[in-house]
């Protein structure tokens, strides 16, 4: 079965920038659309971005827009979140999810459309 894993998350300060992994195996992440979702404690789950099978399409999270890039590596079966110039208010869990089942590319970032997710890797930005 599809499994994600990310990683790359860590403690950085604000402005700073990482680089976020999302590595698939059991299957292969071309026909899929991958998302970002984070969620900090207390807070609701909310979207940050997502991408199209192909790579052509993406979205974000107006709370993101212009700082991040979400890109992906269909060779790699690897999909990337690049982060920059973060914020504090940027701190949470970050999760990878793939949907398996919507056949065409929405641009939605609803977690309840994506049915397989990685572990989340942790995000913090302080001073």
């Known amino acids: 079965q599809l499994q994600l894993v990310e990683s790359g998350g860590g403690l950085v300060q604000p402005g700073g920038s990482l680089r976020l992994s999302c590595a698939a195996s059991?299957?292969?992440?071309?026909?899929?659309?991958i998302g970002w979702f984070r969620q900090a404690p207390g807070k609701e789950r909310e979207g940050v971005s997502c991408?199209?099978?192909?790579?052509?399409?993406?979205n974000y999270a107006d709370s993101v827009k212009g700082r991040f890039t979400i890109s992906r590596d269909n060779a790699k079966n690897t999909v990337y979140l690049q982060m920059n110039s973060l914020k504090p208010e940027d701190t949470a869990v970050y999760y990878c999810?793939?949907?398996?089942?919507?056949?065409?590319?929405?641009?939605?970032?609803?977690?309840?459309?994506?049915?397989?997710w990685g572990q989340g890797t942790q995000v913090t930005v302080s001073s």
């Open positions: 991408i199209s099978s192909s790579g052509s399409r993406t």
């Open positions: 999810a793939a949907d398996t089942r919507i056949k065409y590319y929405s641009g939605r970032l609803l977690g309840r459309e994506y049915d397989y």
């Open positions: 059991g299957s292969t992440l071309d026909y899929y659309t």
